[in-house]
């Protein structure tokens, strides 16, 4: 039984690591009972109270007593004053509050996503995904999911009781975030309390949760509680039915069933005095048989290895097809450590020398992101000390991946893509492939060159997926899409974006090759041209209703280079999805291009450039920069970081 506190820094202060054994006071009128062992978790300025069932009678002294949670130890600071304390409602809420509330649920939506801060405590980084919060999108996802399986609109009232369709079960999981225990006990909650059944499988893989719905029929929606590479302070919420991840507007839907939820509980989300006694009341009246723990990710670590086994068929040593070679993983302390021990090691590979495997939701070594330098260059590192064939960089959740070959080289970003193009074509050859919006023109050329076809569509790795979607159900052959951040998809494996997919297809062709001695993996990217020089700027939109003055930064943009204003070395691109992507003429046939396009979900422009000079990237900024300041004057920008491009400094 899992109990929700906010402590205080003073209570907290006295916490040696983030595991800690206490006792726990309860005063009630009567005298004070003490139950020891009491397991605390605390992370920053948080913690959570694990509290042991002694017995149906203390059970029930607990739900109806008055109590106070003391931590023993330094005198906690002096209470604020009675008129400070935001009190709870005594019913429903309505009115002004109501639209409070649905403001505070509805800031957490990050596209197909919930994303918000779980622990407090960083400067001008304000709570905003608390337990109660995480409980009544639990409560919503499991009554969005009845209404689906009664075909009923979500907005019509579910009956919790009605036993006249089966419970809708869902699967749990969570990366190794601080505040992952306490918002996955917080979930568990809510979803029983909406009369869902929950399995909960601890620490978790992203792909893991989704493959629970595919491979086992059991489950009718799962949950992934993660932040992808986001800060140790942030989590989020992914999930899934049988169709894949939920699009925006189900996450928009869920969202407002949340607000409805907590409005008509009379709950104020966020505010411990409301939000906590809410929690504990209902954590104490769960059934106890709707919920269980399943170590499932061993299931999944098994598919992985079948896929590996099949992909190789070795006629000598199917079972052991990676005899011989040395692997190593950097899982950046995420939930990937799993694929060099429970994927890699039981096929014979040797993973000495692997880094960071141990799951740690503080994040000490390096950014869990395959995109970052830092990642790359710790997985590189890893590769050439332990003289390895091959290195695997996974992200937090290992949705994302990147790779590095036997010299140490990084294959990341247009490389990767480049590389799992290379494998699909030739098992699928002439098929589309769908990218993000900000790849190279060389990607474009070499997935030409072997027969394919590359269409450039928008940042999100939700839209690059959605397109390969559409693309194959009206016809055209789309096997691959994938986007410059590691994120990516394949037709057969269910169009799930799994890095851990994508890493086993590049130890497959790994030991392809070297069974029939072509070399490294990374020959296969000896005829795709880089550029010299490639860069990012982001130019904050100061007002805070942003979207107008980008779209017209955008038609500005457009403008200025059609009507030639730009310079004749400036075309427009024929087809565009996101934003305007200008080729740029370098002289002696090299080409360079410019993108400016409006971020998904941040009051940003976004200016990414890319050159086959040296020096063209400055160049290319500061022509943006000219045209920002005689064509965009009147719109509230910020051009600091484009002025410091344009100076040599990106």
């Known amino acids: 039984m899992a109990l929700f506190f906010q402590l205080g820094s003073n209570a907290l202060s006295n916490m040696s690591g983030r595991h800690k054994h206490a006792a726990l006071a309860i005063n009630r009128a009567g005298p004070t009972q003490i139950l020891s062992n009491a397991a605390i978790h605390s992370s920053g300025m948080r913690a959570i109270i694990t509290v042991a069932k002694s017995s149906p009678g203390a059970q029930s002294d607990v739900a109806t007593a008055p109590m106070s ?91 919790l ?92 839907e869920l969202l407002q069933g949340a607000t409805q939820a907590c409005a008509e509980a009379g709950v104020l989300a966020g505010e411990p005095l409301s939000e906590n006694a809410y929690l504990l009341r209902s954590a104490l009246a769960v059934n106890p048989g709707q919920v269980k723990q399943v170590n499932f990710l061993p299931q999944y670590a098994a598919f992985l290895q079948d896929l ?47 880094r960071f495997l141990d799951p740690d939701g503080s994040f000490p070594n390096h950014v869990p992101n395959p995109e970052h330098p830092s990642a790359m260059a710790s997985g590189a590192a890893a590769v050439r000390e332990a003289s390895a064939d091959l290195g695997i960089v996974f992200d937090t959740d290992v949705d994302r991946s990147a790779i590095v070959d036997s010299s140490g080289r990084e294959i990341n970003s247009n490389r990767f893509i480049a590389l799992m193009s290379a494998i699909t074509l030739r098992e699928h050859p002439g098929t589309t492939i769908v990218t993000d919006s900000v790849t190279s023109n060389g990607l474009t050329e070499f997935i030409s060159k072997l027969g394919g076809k590359h269409l450039r569509f928008k940042r999100g790795y939700k839209n690059v997926i959605s397109k390969g979607i559409e693309l194959n159900k009206s016809g055209e052959e789309c ?5 410059t951040s590691g994120h990516g998809a394949v037709k057969n494996n269910w169009y799930l974006d799994d890095g851990s997919y994508l890493a086993v297809q590049a130890v497959i062709e790994l030991v392809r090759r070297r069974l029939a001695g072509q070399g490294d993996i990374s020959v296969l990217l000896d005829d795709l041209k880089e550029a010299a020089e490639t860069g990012e700027v982001r130019i904050r939109i100061t007002d805070p209703d942003f979207k107008p003055h980008g779209q017209q930064a955008l038609q500005k943009f457009h403008d200025y ?21 200008v080729f740029v003429d370098e002289g002696e046939g090299r080409r360079g291009w410019i993108l400016l396009r409006q971020s998904l979900h941040d009051p940003l422009l976004v200016v990414n450039m890319e050159s ?7 160049v290319a ?10 064509e965009c004057n009147n719109l509230p920008l910020d051009l600091n970081s484009l002025e410091a491009a344009a100076a040599k400094n990106l």
């Not at 995904?129 to 009232?157: H, N």
């Not at 900024?621 to 005689?630: D, G, W, Y």
């Open 69 to 159: 949670i003391l931590i023993t130890g330094k005198p906690a600071l002096p209470s604020p004053p009675l008129a400070s304390i935001l009190k709870p409602p005594q019913g429903p809420i309505t009115g002004v509050q109501l639209v409070e509330l649905h403001k505070r649920f509805k800031k957490l939506q990050n596209g197909s996503d919930v994303r918000g801060i779980a622990i407090d405590g960083v400067p001008n980084e304000l709570l905003s995904l608390t337990p109660g919060i995480a409980f009544f999108i639990g409560f919503s996802f499991a009554r969005w999911l009845k209404s689906k399986q009664e075909k009923a609109p979500v907005s019509s009232a579910v009956t």
């Open 161 to 252: 009781a009605d036993t006249s369709v089966p419970p809708v079960r869902v699967s749990l999981g969570r990366d190794p975030r601080l505040s992952g225990p306490m918002l996955e006990a917080a979930l568990v909650s809510g979803l029983a309390a909406a009369g869902a059944e929950v399995d909960t499988f601890g620490i978790a893989t992203t792909p893991c949760m989704f493959y629970s719905i595919v491979a086992t029929g059991n489950y009718n929606g799962a949950i992934m509680l993660t932040a992808s590479h986001m800060p140790f302070n942030s989590n989020g919420l992914k999930f899934f039915t049988i169709d894949g991840g939920l699009e925006k507007t189900d996450i928009t």
């Open 308 to 354: 590996i086994k099949k992909g190789v068929a070795s006629k000598d040593s199917y079972h052991f097809p990676l005899s011989g070679l040395r692997i190593v993983v950097d899982a950046g302390n995420g939930s990937g450590g799993f694929f060099a021990d429970q994927v890699l090691a039981p096929l014979g590979a040797d993973t000495r020398g692997s």
């Open 479 to 483: 096997h691959l899409m994938m986007e």
């Open 561 to 581: 280079v059609v009507s030639g204003k730009g310079g004749a070395d400036w075309s427009m691109e024929p087809v565009n999805f996101e934003g305007w992507r």
């Open 612 to 618: 086959e000079i040296k020096g063209g990237r400055q």
């Open 621 to 630: 900024a500061e022509r943006v920069l000219s045209f920002m300041k005689t």
